[in-house]
């Protein structure tokens, strides 16, 4: 029986001599395991494990001699604590003869078209090479060699040998997000049609796919046939020491493989270690291959909880010896890392010496130092005077070095050097050049041979110029050139690199001289040649005068190494390190420390690259580590598969799909009490971030419950600084935002959620697959906490277990700052560059077609299939996405009795979740993709028979949900109380831009918003009113489109009509207004109206326009257009209060009034402020406000319409003002389904309306 009806199978191994080694462990005591961070800690905290062992028998003892471990354990012996796992795999260690293997057989000897793949997990992103498959062992046959798929350097390789000698290898950069566990896959095509061969590589979550092709390499070098190999085929291969660079085993977990003979061919070996039993050691796979498991390579079925050493040993004994147990302390590798570390040295001192130079000097020594070390083992010092040491420390890749007194001197002797070539090089800062020509550095060398026998190259520096001079055995100069332009402005000001080399160029020997700034790269040279050969360094030598007081100079070295050509030194071991590796990223900085330092370093990728550094310090290990990972926003954590390192990027954080999900209250395991917290604690909003050794960036909250402004309005000032390792200025500020954003997230704190696994067993799978930085959603909260779900950010993770219980402890901080702005992905079919991975399958693909579509002119249809076929488009989910809109169509035999017909299924990682066929129409549809990897589009004939067009298509895919894709309002609220059940909302925008429209952007709905604490799924948007006048309407104008019903007053009842199109006013008598008016939802109003005249003016003005707040004829306002009788189109807003009428503001308008032609008015009124600008129909919108006032009078909502006047002299006979497209802009009518997330409540006028996951711009 399974736990908890038997008992937790805790397993404690300890590594011996290379051989894991089972522990028994009392049950008696409890087990705890804690890794990650502490609640509301910066950095991570060493792993820590508590475990009792049973030592009767003195065996862990370290100290006892009679021991079968004596000497072989003690303090930071690795150890491992596990439980079963829910699959099994092969674990591999990384080292010769550890593989699995199966021997060489005809099936495997494939010379056509080839593909294979390889499932597990690795150090995707490491550096240098590792094996992951291949038939490759024989490598002093290339003919029996085949192939081989290997990682190297973040990229994944593939080699192939064919035609009997001839190898290609091509390489591809990896998806920079791989999941620790995934799969990779190669596709030989030998014969691609185009007198050549392919080879595609691929990406897929497991060997299920979806697979994702990243990289495609074509050659036209006609079809080949592949090498058939005698190798046997083999899973992590032996090491291939003399490639470059060497290629060695692949450590990690490998859960399944395959080979194909074919793209989608026959299996002809198919490992899958998933349900072997542990310890297997041979066994057959569906291919019909045996396998063996040889070296420490395991099939293992354990999940490590925790993975360490062993930092303390204490004996405990009963006096009488009957029992004696080891509560031992296990710790994370970062224990180890934090104790007892010195800094590592400057970047410059640890990169020189391994190009093996011949001397080199860092002179980094201390201020009292006389003479200058050597770094190099045996090296002799370098012999200085007038130096004081330690004094200038501006390098960022050097400690302090020394600058230069009045008068100085260095000499250093470079011993056993070859003939042949030089290179001598340093680092020197000098303020500025002598008036007078004198000498930098000196060479000197053995002479070589030839007409020139040069003894010495010396640099030669003036304000004049920089100079190169070859100088013989006597002192005279035979060879030299100079720059006198404007390299020599920048020889000095700034830390430069000097090199001075030689280079051969047939008889000749060419003296190069350089010099190259650190920081920026920018470089100069002068270069001259001598007859002969450049002879043997045998020092270095310099002598300043006054001149040269305050230059610092270090990182002396002397090579026998010259240069390729005059221009390229041959040494180029300065390049990087020069300046502190500055610029590089986060990652690479980490990575390249790790590798430097031979220290485990895993990384878990993100869509995003990692900041950009400043230089690299004079620092502990663990301190550079972890101020790369501060810079970027990561989380630097201990890796739970060895002791070794795990960086988790910040981007990998981003809107993520829970890795967990709980409910509060429909199931078990979630444990009692779930303490939210709702303090200030973590509250900062006034952030400012520095630039180590630059400048900084603040970002401050303004508005809001969390502002810096006093109580009630914000929360008071909640300040702090930071200084990171940046690489430039700029980087500050968005840094400083992004931190403010997760700072001033407004919500309350869960620090920890409890899960009792013994009362949930079904959640241990997704708990044991739980790593820091992953996200756990609660859901089906209680009132208390607002209902709905939070969403969680998984900080650490403490495992406490007895026999029959296994409680886990997560320490969270809140989720929700982390849910990203990300644009949904939208896939027309326009072109054929699809924005999702489109695989294809069944018997014939889909295709693009132009012959129909949703929208636009192109979609995707299913293939010409036969009977008993399919044609299947697998299209890959996006990670997180959580729905998928598409429109689709379907022409086909129906289903009858007797048999199934011809249809369209749609299938969500294998389950059907829409079937349609027949003759059909274009239907837009939305499904649920949670956690989906991929949807399969299939179309499916039966066995006879076939009706209409034979064929399905699909348009317009839409996934959303990876995160928030809408920027939220400035300000919106109620215009009108809802009732708890209503499901009809008047949405006013006080502030910035109204919300879009469904028929205006379709595609965009539905979406969430959150109005006093409910949350609500909009599906449609509509303006408050609207009336296109698409009907027929005498004596009055009857119901506008949006249902209300028209009110008309003035004039007689037959002046007010409604056909073809418009509402018109017939103006039978001057000087009395006819009026339109419905009933106006809010006092604030947006309003827009086409208007047009039947005639132009005679005698006086015709007049129109729009009136809101109007309470009866005589008070009310208005933006009225004038029609003069000189054609002239006036606008002005007027106000009417107890029948006086008041001009507000004019504006004459370059329009020309045209009878019958139409003029756009809008006019708008927010609180006080009236505004309105005009248009004539068809021209583009002027935007900007063409009148503006400023009046108090009228306030209240009243009702809104149109009004039409003429003047009193007017003599037009009956003419008639026509009205169009009336529409109320603002406020708007939202159609919602309400409590979505379980409240059930009214809501009064002005409660405030927003999104209820807006946009949020990652860093």
């Not at 008068?407 to 340093?426: C, I, P, Q």
């Not at 909302?985 to 109005?1011: C, H, K, M, N």
């Amino acid at each position: 029986m399974a736990f908890p009806n038997s008992p937790l199978d805790l397993r404690l191994e300890l590594l011996v001599d290379g051989t894991w080694h089972r522990v028994p462990t009392y049950e008696r005591d409890r087990v705890q395991v804690q890794t990650g961070r502490r609640e509301r800690a910066a950095v991570t905290d060493p792993g820590s494990l508590s475990i009792t062992i049973n030592n009767r028998d003195g065996a862990y003892s370290p100290r006892n001699p009679l021991s079968p471990y004596y000497g072989r354990i003690g303090r930071n012996t690795r150890c491992r604590l596990s439980v079963p796992s829910v699959e099994s795999y092969l674990e591999l260690p990384g080292v010769d003869g550890s593989t699995a293997s199966t021997p060489d057989a005809p099936a495997l000897r494939i010379t056509g078209d080839l593909d294979v793949r390889w499932e597990g997990e690795a150090d995707w992103y490491a550096p240098g090479a590792t094996f992951l498959m291949g038939r490759w062992r024989t490598l002093s046959d290339v003919t029996a060699l085949g192939w081989h798929m290997r990682l190297e350097d973040g990229r994944a390789r593939f080699s192939i040998f064919y035609n009997g000698t001839l190898n290609t290898f091509v390489f591809h950069t990896l998806p920079s997000a791989l999941p620790r566990r995934a799969a990779l896959r190669h596709t030989v095509d030998v014969d691609n049609g185009s007198g050549g061969f392919t080879i595609r590589t691929y990406w897929a979550p497991s060997l299920d796919g979806p697979w994702a092709e990243f990289g495609t390499f074509t050659s036209g070098g006609g079809p080949i046939s592949l090498n058939p190999g005698v190798d046997p085929l083999e899973i992590s291969p032996r090491t291939q020491a003399d490639a470059v660079p060497p290629r060695r085993p692949v450590a990690g977990r490998v859960y399944r493989a395959e080979v194909r003979d074919g793209i989608n061919g026959a299996l002809v070996a198919a490992p899958d270690f998933r349900s072997r039993p542990a310890g297997t050691t041979s066994f057959a796979d569906p291919a019909g291959r045996t396998w063996a498991i040889t070296g420490t390579a395991a099939i293992r079925d354990r999940a490590d909880l925790f993975n360490g050493e062993i930092s303390e040993w204490p004996q405990h004994w009963t006096p009488d010896g009957a029992d004696a147990w080891v509560p031992i302390e296990g710790s994370g590798i970062l224990r180890r890392l934090g104790q007892g570390r010195k800094p590592l040295q400057s970047t410059l001192r640890r990169r020189i010496p391994s190009g093996r130079p011949l001397a080199y000097w860092p002179m980094e020594d201390g201020a009292a130092a006389v003479q200058a070390a050597s770094a190099l083992d045996g090296g002799a010092p370098l012999k200085v005077s007038g130096f004081q040491f330690a004094s200038e420390g501006s390098l960022p890749s050097s400690e302090a070095l020394p600058v230069l007194g009045d008068a100085a001197t260095l000499n250093g002797t470079v011993r056993g050097a070859a003939a042949g070539g030089w290179h001598v090089e340093m680092v020197y800062k000098l303020d500025k050049l002598p008036a007078t020509e004198q000498t930098m550095l000196s060479v000197h060398l053995s002479p070589g041979t030839g007409a020139n026998r040069v003894a010495q190259v010396r640099v030669r520096v003036s304000t004049a110029a920089i100079k190169i001079e070859a100088l013989d055995g006597d002192g005279a100069v035979v060879a030299w050139f100079q720059n006198t332009g404007n390299g020599r402005s920048d020889f000095t000001g700034v830390w430069n690199r000097l090199q001075v080399f030689s280079s051969v160029v047939g008889a000749q020997t060419y003296m190069t001289l350089a010099w190259r700034d650190v920081i920026t790269g920018v470089w100069w040279y002068v270069n001259s040649p001598w007859t002969g050969t450049p002879g043997r360094i045998t020092a270095v030598r310099g002598n300043w005068g006054a001149d040269f007081r305050g230059m610092s100079i270090g990182h002396l070295s002397a090579w026998d190494t010259g240069g390729t050509s005059p221009t390229s030194p041959g040494v180029t071991i300065y390049e990087g390190s020069d300046d502190g590796y500055t610029g590089e990223t986060a990652w690479a900085r980490m990575r390249r420390l790790a590798t430097e330092e031979g220290l485990p370093l895993a990384r878990i990728g993100g869509p995003e690259p990692t900041q950009q550094v400043g230089p690299q310090t004079v620092d502990a290990l663990l301190t550079l580590l972890q101020a790369a990972a501060d810079a970027d926003g990561g989380m630097l954590l201990e890796d739970r598969r060895r002791p070794g390192l795990l960086y988790r990027e910040r981007s990998s954080m981003y809107s993520q799909a829970p890795k967990l999900v709980l409910s509060y209250n429909k199931a078990p395991g979630l444990k009692a009490p779930l303490k939210p917290v709702d303090d200030d604690t973590t509250v900062r909003n006034d952030r400012t971030v520095k630039r180590d050794g630059g400048s900084e960036g603040r970002a401050v909250l303004e508005a809001g419950p969390l502002s810096v402004q006093n109580p009630p309005q914000g929360i008071g000032l909640y300040d702090d600084s930071v200084t990171l390792s940046l690489y430039s200025d700029e980087q500050t500020e968005p840094i400083a935002y992004w931190r403010l954003h997760l700072g001033t997230h407004d919500g309350p704190r869960y620090p920890t959620v409890r899960i009792m696994l013994h009362k949930a067993p079904g959640l241990i799978p997704a708990v044991l697959a739980l790593s820091e930085g992953d996200l756990v959603r609660i859901t089906d909260l209680p009132a208390y906490v607002g209902f709905g779900t939070v969403d969680l950010l998984v900080e650490g993770i403490r495992h406490e277990a007895r026999l029959q219980e296994w409680e886990v402890e997560l320490t969270c901080s809140p989720g929700q700052p982390w849910r990203v702005g990300a644009l949904a992905v939208h896939e027309d079919f326009e072109d054929t560059t699809y924005a999702v991975t489109i695989t294809n399958g069944g018997n014939l693909p889909w295709t693009r077609t132009s012959l129909r579509s949703f929208t636009g002119s192109w979609s995707l249809r299913s293939g010409a299939i036969g009977n008993n076929q399919t044609s299947e488009a697998i299209v890959s989910v996006p990670e997180g996405a959580t729905t998928l809109a598409f429109a689709y169509r379907v022409s086909s035999e129906p289903a009858g009795p007797g048999f199934e017909g011809d249809r369209l299924t749609v299938l969500a990682d294998g389950t059907q979740v829409l079937r349609a066929q027949g003759a059909g129409v274009w239907t837009r549809t939305t499904i649920d993709v949670t956690g989906k990897s991929a949807v399969t589009f299939r179309y499916a004939k039966d066995n006879s028979g076939a009706s209409g067009e034979d064929a399905a298509w699909i348009d317009d895919l839409i996934f959303e949900g990876m995160s928030p894709d809408r920027v939220d309002t400035d300000g919106s609220q109620l215009a009108a109380p809802v009732s708890a059940d209503g499901t009809t909302l008047v949405v006013q925008a006080v502030t910035g831009p109204e919300w879009v429209t469904s028929a205006a952007y379709p595609t965009d709905f539905p979406f969430g918003i959150r109005a006093g604490g409910e949350t609500m799924t909009v599906t449609g948007i509509a303006d408050a009113a609207a009336d296109t006048f698409g009907r027929t309407v005498a004596s009055g104008w009857g119901t506008a489109d949006t249902g209300q019903a028209w009110t008309t007053s003035g004039g007689s009842a037959s002046d007010y009509a409604v056909g073809a199109g418009v509402g018109g006013h017939t103006m039978t008598s001057t000087n009395v207004s006819r009026r339109s008016v419905l009933a106006q939802p809010s006092a604030d109003f947006d309003l827009m109206a086409d208007l047009a005249t039947s005639v132009l003016s005679t005698g006086s003005f015709q007049s129109g326009g729009l009136i809101a707040r109007a309470a009866d004829s005589n008070n009310l306002y208005q933006a009225r257009l004038e029609f003069t009788t000189a054609q002239a189109v006036i606008l002005t807003l007027r106000k009417r209060v107890a029948g006086t009428e008041t001009a507000l503001a004019t504006y004459t308008t370059p329009l020309t009034h045209v009878a019958g032609t139409f003029y756009r008015l809008r006019f708008q009124g927010q609180g006080s402020s009236l505004k309105a600008r005009v248009w004539r129909v068809g021209d583009p919108d002027p935007e900007g406000w063409q009148v503006t006032a400023t009046d108090t009078d009228l306030t209240a909502a009243a009702e809104m319409g149109v009004r039409s006047i003429l003047g009193s002299t007017n003599t037009n006979a009956s003419p008639v003002t026509r009205y169009d497209n009336f529409r109320l802009l603002n406020p708007q009518r939202f159609t919602v389904v309400r409590a979505v997330n379980g409240i059930v409540k009214p809501h009064a006028a002005g409660t405030d309306v927003r999104l209820a996951h807006p946009i949020i711009i990652a860093l």
